[in-house]
């Protein structure tokens, strides 16, 4: 007891000392990070729940290590539903996190028809996060996948606080005129229940359900795709640097592929390799 006291005094100490060098930046650092250190010896961190990784370098993340170390997908579980019928939307909530996701018809563009999804989170939990990469599955009504990786959604890595939302929308060609999209979407914890951050990284993959392509926004029955393997699409990857600004601003870099789908030798294009009809592009967030 008389250890917690004393702990707890200079927790209040240096609680004054940030407000009264508010203007000293890096003198607010040092107070700032004293402060977190005394905290976490009152307060030790608890025990990571199960389909989170912690890792031990804060400056590279691996979005694929992470998503192939959780709970691997079932095809007849709620998330694929494999050989059921799927409507244009879906549901799945992963720690906290809720992810819901619609599609609608746009148009038929020549050899394409053309959908927008649109994407809400809404975290339920208690923790603090911020989304990295996230990894999109589009697979037409003839079983042919296509696969996007990259950072962020749309160039943003948003932090969700507890009760917070955030919502983008994009789009996808297709071939047919139906088919079906699932994906996941990497997170990284930066305060636990307790308010600390971690004392390591600590992320996890939060998976959004298997929802209908539809021509006319309707329940359809589509194949279920087979993932490409790690030869043909490049893994995807996330890099964190810190910030002279302070920990909860970094710089994430990565690079966004997008593969299209085994093609004739003779069309494979500089760049592509394995006969893999691939793109990529770089994208710098802040």
Not at 186 to 211: C, I, Q
Request: glycine residues 8%.
């Amino acid at each position: 007891l008389k250890q917690i006291f004393q702990l707890a005094s200079l927790v209040v100490i240096a609680t004054i000392a940030v407000q009264s060098i508010k203007k000293n930046t890096y003198a607010v650092s040092l107070a700032v990070a004293g402060r977190e250190l005394l905290l976490r010896a009152l307060f030790p961190e608890t025990s990571v729940p199960s389909g989170s990784s912690k890792i031990s370098s804060t400056s590279s993340f691996q979005p694929d290590a992470i998503r192939r170390a959780g709970q691997q997908y079932s095809r007849s579980g709620r998330e694929m539903r494999c050989g059921e019928e799927i409507p244009p939307y879906s549901t799945v909530t992963t720690r906290g996190i809720e992810i819901f996701a619609q599609s609608f018809y746009k148009s038929h563009n020549g050899d394409h028809n053309m959908w927008t999804y649109r994407i809400e989170f809404r975290n339920s939990g208690k923790e603090e996060v911020r989304l990295l990469a996230r990894h999109w599955v589009f697979t037409d009504n003839n079983g042919k996948a296509q696969e996007v990786k990259g950072p962020g959604a749309r160039g943003l890595t948003p932090t969700l606080r507890p009760g917070k939302r955030f919502k983008y929308e994009s789009g996808t060609p297709l071939p047919t005129a139906r088919g079906s999209m699932h994906g996941s979407f990497l997170f990284e914890v930066l305060k636990l229940e307790s308010g600390l951050p971690p004392t390591r990284p600590v992320l996890f993959t939060a998976r959004v359900g298997r929802l209908a392509l539809s021509a006319d926004d309707s329940l359809e029955t589509p194949p279920c795709p087979k993932e490409a393997g790690e030869d043909v699409v490049p893994t995807t990857s996330v890099r964190v640097t810190p910030s002279p600004h302070g920990p909860f601003q970094p710089i994430t870099a990565g690079v966004t592929s997008h593969y299209q789908g085994l093609i004739a030798p003779q069309q494979v294009q500089h760049g592509t390799r394995s006969g893999a009809g691939s793109t990529s592009t770089c994208r710098l967030t802040t």
